[in-house]
T-cell receptor
Framework: DTGVSQNPRHKITKRGQNVTFRCDPI?????LYWYRQTLGQGPEFLTY????????KSRLLSDRFSAERPKGSFSTLEIQRTEQGDSAMYLC???????????????FGPGTRLTVL | AQRVTQPEKLLSVFKGAPVELKCNYS??????LFWYVQYSRQRLQLLLR??SRESIKGFTADLNKGETSFHLKKPFAQEEDSAMYYC??????????FGSGTKLNVKP
């Protein structure tokens, strides 16, 4: 296991297009988080899954954003009708409370950098 | 509303000097607080958390509920400590709030 992976690493799109990002967490991590990070800011919480259930969603997240984790493993984040203000780094992190793992330590992926033209 | 404030965007110190990265938070409940670090061209990673009360890479942080602070300290900075440092607050580990980060530059 090489840690949390995210694809694609970079995405350039035109305003109005839809984009989808994928996150593969560390195997058997039951918790998965999505964040957005803009230049000069820290990660901004977007949403949280425990297994396949989406338990938290930021009120800052507009209806254009949706996330899924259908089988409790990988997750996708979709942005519909992208706007220039969506340009940011999108980070995924996973953690686990399963015995044997370091509880509640988030392991971050490398991120997907989105540029909306 | 929950908020994490890191007042310094950049902190420059000489090697061997003490370091203190400030973090203040606002939260009405019992907070879980963390420091994350991002070295150049690496992923964001956990440095330490207040519940473990341990020292990692010589860094310590003490939660001061009276002052609502969680400052990160190291008595003697090393060049390899140069990185971005983020303070974070968690609510039941379902949500995390990050500060805007402090860039630490340790000069030789």
């Amino acid at each position: 296991d090489t840690g949390v992976s995210q694809n694609p690493r970079h995405k350039i799109t035109k305003r109005g297009q839809n984009v989808t990002f994928r996150c593969d967490p560390i195997s058997e991590h039951n918790r998965l988080y999505w964040y957005r990070q803009t230049l000069g800011q820290g990660p901004e919480f977007l949403t949280y899954f425990q297994n396949e259930a989406q338990l938290e969603k930021s009120r800052l997240l507009s209806d254009r954003f949706s996330a899924e984790r259908p089988k409790g493993s990988f997750s996708t984040l979709e942005i519909q009708r992208t706007e220039q203000g969506d340009s940011a780094m999108y980070l995924c992190a996973s953690s686990s409370k399963i015995a044997g793992g370091d509880p509640d330590t988030q392991y971050f992926g490398p991120g997907t950098r989105l540029t909306v033209l | 509303a929950q908020r994490v404030t890191q007042p310094e965007k950049l902190l420059s110190v000489f090697k061997g000097a003490p370091v203190e990265l400030k973090c203040n938070y606002s939260y009405s409940g019992s907070p879980e607080l963390f420091w994350y670090v991002q070295y150049s061209r690496q992923r964001l990673q956990l440095l330490l958390r207040h519940i473990s009360r341990e020292s990692i890479k010589g860094f310590t942080a003490d939660l001061n509920k009276g002052e609502t602070s969680f400052h990160l300290k190291k008595p003697f900075a090393q060049e390899e400590d140069s990185a971005m440092y983020y303070c974070a607050l968690s609510i039941y580990f379902n949500k995390f709030y990050f500060g805007s980060g402090t860039k630490l530059n340790v000069k030789p």
